[in-house]
Structures are given as C-alpha cells and as structure tokens.
C-alpha cells in the first residue's frame, strides 16, 4: 500500500474540497483564502474559483480570496445551528447548485429549496421547491448533466431528487423512497450506492431508475445488531466498494472500513484507509483514494 501527496485527482467527478486554516484546499496545493469558516465549500473543476456557503450566504472566491460575487439565502440570521446551505459545482463548472435548508433555516418561509446559479455571475437560473424540511447533501452525476440532493429529515427519514437543468427550468425527480441515504456514484454512473436510514445495509442501484440489484447487511460482514453501517461509501474501482460499520455508545465505540465486491456482494475483508475519520476517505478511482489531514491531500493506492 502507498501513499503520497496528492498532486492531482481524475475520477470523473467534481473535484474534492476542504477547509483548513482559512483557506478550501483542493488537491494539489491548490487553495482558495476565505474570509470565513465555510458551512460547506466546493471547488470549480478548472481550480480558478471556489464557493462556500456561511450561515447567510453562498459566496464565491478566486485563488486570491477576491470575492467575484455573492448570493443571500433572504432574511438574516444571526446564527444557524442545526442545518447547513450546501454547495457544488456542476461537472462541467458552468453552474453552481445551492440547497438551501429554508425550512429549518428560516431564511424564508416555507420548505426546503434547490436553486441552480450561474458559475460567472451568482445570477439564479432556475429554483425549485423540494417540499422537505431537512438537511440535504448533492452528490454530482458523472455523466454531466444530472445533480442528486439527498435530504434527511432525522425520525421521518430520507429523500431524494434527481434534478437537470433544462433551459430556465430545474426539472425534478423524486426517488420512490423514504428510507434511503445516498452515498456515492460509481465512476461510470451506471450505478449508486445507498444506505438505509436506519443503518443496517447498504444497497446498489442501477442508474438512473434506481433498481436494486443487491443488498449488504451489517450481519453480512460479521457484526451483530448492534453495529451500524455509516452514511458513506464508495468505489474504489469498477469491482470494489467500500463501506463503513461501526458501534457507538456509552461503552464502546469503534469503525471499520471494509471491502465489497460488487458484481457479487462477497465481503472482501477490511481494509486500512489510513484515516480516523469514519467519513474520511475520498474514492479516486483505480483502486486510489485520497485523504486530508492538517491541510493537506494525500494519495494512496491498494
């Protein structure tokens, strides 16, 4: 197993950002100062811009940290502390989507909304309105056109729109289900990863319908019912995916990364992704994915 510093990311996916030390990192030592701890950041494919969201605004940087635009939620406030605006851009860079929890936020009045803005100008072309009250998370289709937000209301459960821009209309499309959390695309699109809301499998989906066409349990790679699959996952190739289980509580408290073979659903074993973040691992393709540590990306490959 290697590692090195990572000087670049290609897994035809958007481009992976981070906050450290008053800057968003992406790979590369590329970073973009900013005047404040982001709420969420994302970095444009061609590494000239970033965007982060605050507590009342999407606000978007150059490699300097001059702010080229910004765009209000609506009415201030002073704090928000349960959810978080959320921001991508587009694969090809031209875009930015902005979730913005409205509901819970209360920037508006209302329910939760996607907008899609332009990358150059922060100008609005299209809005919708999700009618969820949650916190939401955009996953970037790799085939360009499509965006995903998954959106999890807590006790009530999770839900997921596929949306397209398609002139001055974001054009939305709810997925059939209440109980499942989103949590990665294979690098060919073909295929997505979902883990139940409850945490005790994880599914894959052809894409874009969403059928299942297998299924992992907790009890599949040697746990019992007590442990938990977390909220994420990958692929680190066309074959393998990795997942997450873990036990939280009062007397213990632990997480451990293992590998799926996703043409079967055989456990492959655990592996070690040199992180001690749960969530940690960023898939790069090829077997590679990168992690980020005190301002810093680093690579490593199987």
Same mark, same amino acid.
């Given at each position: ?54 507590? /009342?605004? $999407?606000?978007? *940087? ?5 702010? @080229?635009?910004?765009? #209000? !939620? ?93 002139? /001055?209309? $974001?054009?939305? *499309? ?5 109980? @499942?959390?989103?949590? #990665? !695309? ?110 810093? !990306? ?5």
């Amino acid at each position: 197993m290697a590692a090195c510093k990572a000087s670049g990311y290609r897994p035809g996916m958007i481009t992976p950002a981070r906050y450290s030390d008053g800057a968003i990192h992406a790979p590369g030592d590329v970073t973009f100062p900013v005047a404040a701890k982001p709420r969420d950041q994302a970095v444009a494919p061609d590494l000239t811009r970033a965007v982060y969201t605050t507590d /009342n605004e $999407l606000v978007c *940087v150059d490699r300097i940290g001059v702010v @080229r635009w910004r765009h #209000a !939620f609506g009415v201030f406030r002073t704090k928000v502390r349960i959810v978080r605006a959320g921001c991508v851009f587009s694969l090809d860079g031209k875009t930015v989507w902005l979730f913005q929890p409205d509901a819970t936020g209360h920037w508006n009045d209302g329910s939760d909304t996607w907008h899609v803005l332009d990358a150059a100008t922060g100008v609005v072309l299209a809005s919708a309105d999700l009618g969820t009250a949650g916190q939401g998370n955009q996953h970037v289709h790799p085939g360009g056109t499509d965006v995903l937000v998954d959106v999890g209301e807590g006790q009530d459960g999770s839900f997921l729109f596929r949306g397209r821009l398609n002139n /001055n209309t $974001l054009e939305v *499309v709810p997925y059939p289900w209440e109980n @499942r959390v989103l949590v #990665a !695309f294979a690098t060919d699109g073909h295929h997505f990863m979902t883990v139940h809301h409850e945490q005790h499998d994880v599914a894959f989906h052809t894409y874009p319908d969403g059928e299942v066409v297998m299924r992992v349990t907790v009890t599949d790679l040697g746990y019992d019912e007590n442990a938990r699959l977390e909220w994420t996952g990958g692929y680190l190739d066309a074959d393998t995916a990795f997942v997450v289980a873990g036990v939280e509580g009062d007397d213990e408290e632990w997480f451990r990364h293992h590998l799926i073979d996703v043409r079967t659903g055989a456990h492959l074993g655990p592996f070690d992704a040199h992180t001690d973040d749960a969530y940690g691992v960023i898939p790069a393709g090829g077997g590679a994915w990168l992690t980020f540590d005190d301002g810093v !990306f680093r690579l490593h490959v199987r």
